[in-house]
């Protein structure tokens, strides 16, 4: 079936990196764009970023651009987040999920989600 | 970009029916899909109706929903109320800068 495993998360300083993995399985993950969002804690969902199934276009939220760069590696199923500068409102847990079809924005399934925190 | 706007909360009696409402704040909502998931406590989001209108495998029928030009909104109505309905409901739609935009969510009490 189809699966998604976030890794990667925990606590970080504020302007600090950290680097965010989902593994994918179940599917043919190069004909698949990806999508990460966040949910801070006890806060509604936050889009953050998508790249496209060949890798080649790549979109972000305003509230990211220029700090997060989102990735993937199709030989290894596996999209990537890149965080730099971070910032205490980056705090959130991060999902990954699969846009169901191309162009359609449908987020189908997620995956169980890996904590970010930012902490001094 | 625009906002998607939910009630915050909503609540209602088992066998009941409830509709949460979806209101774009700029551009048509038949632009761009909207969907709609479902996120119980300490899970993820699933999908319970996908590109305006069409239901997710394994979800009830008592869940619908559409859009509404006249008011620029898109609803999600659930009927015959039960306690497993209890969740937060996110509406969610994207603009076309490739941006993703969700709702702030409406939480569903069923009392």
């Known amino acids: 079936q189809v699966q998604l495993a976030e890794s990667g998360g925990g606590v970080v300083q504020p302007g600090r990196s950290l680097r965010l993995s989902c593994a994918a399985s179940?599917?043919?993950?190069?004909?698949?764009?990806m999508h990460w969002i966040r949910q801070a804690p006890g806060k509604g969902l936050e889009w953050v970023a998508v790249?496209?199934?060949?890798?080649?276009?790549?979109y972000y939220a305003d509230s990211v651009k220029g700090r997060f760069t989102i990735s993937r590696d199709n030989s290894k199923n596996t999209m990537y987040l890149e965080m730099s500068s971070l910032r205490p409102e980056d705090t959130a847990v991060y999902y990954c999920?699969?846009?169901?079809?191309?162009?359609?924005?449908?987020?189908?399934?997620w995956g169980q989600g890996t904590l970010v925190t930012v902490s001094s | 970009n625009f906002l998607l706007t939910q009630p915050p909360s909503v609540s209602e009696s088992p066998g009941k029916t409830v509709t949460i409402s979806c209101t774009r704040s700029s551009g048509s909502i038949a632009s761009n899909y909207v969907h709609w998931y479902q996120q119980r406590p300490g899970s993820s989001p699933t999908t319970v109706i996908s590109?305006?209108?069409?239901?997710s495998s394994g979800v009830p029928a008592r869940f619908s929903a559409s859009i509404d030009s006249s008011s620029n909104s898109a609803s999600l109505t659930i009927s015959g109320l039960k306690t497993e309905d209890e969740a937060d409901y996110y509406c969610?739609?994207?603009?076309?800068?490739?941006?993703?935009?969700f709702g702030g969510g409406t939480t569903l009490t069923v009392l």
């Open positions: 790249i496209w199934y060949d890798g080649n276009n790549k």
């Open positions: 999920a699969r846009e169901r079809w191309f162009g359609s924005f449908w987020f189908d399934p």
């Open positions: 969610q739609s994207f603009d076309n800068n490739n941006q993703g935009v």
């Open positions: 179940g599917f043919i993950f190069s004909n698949f764009a």
């Open positions: 590109e305006n209108n069409h239901r």
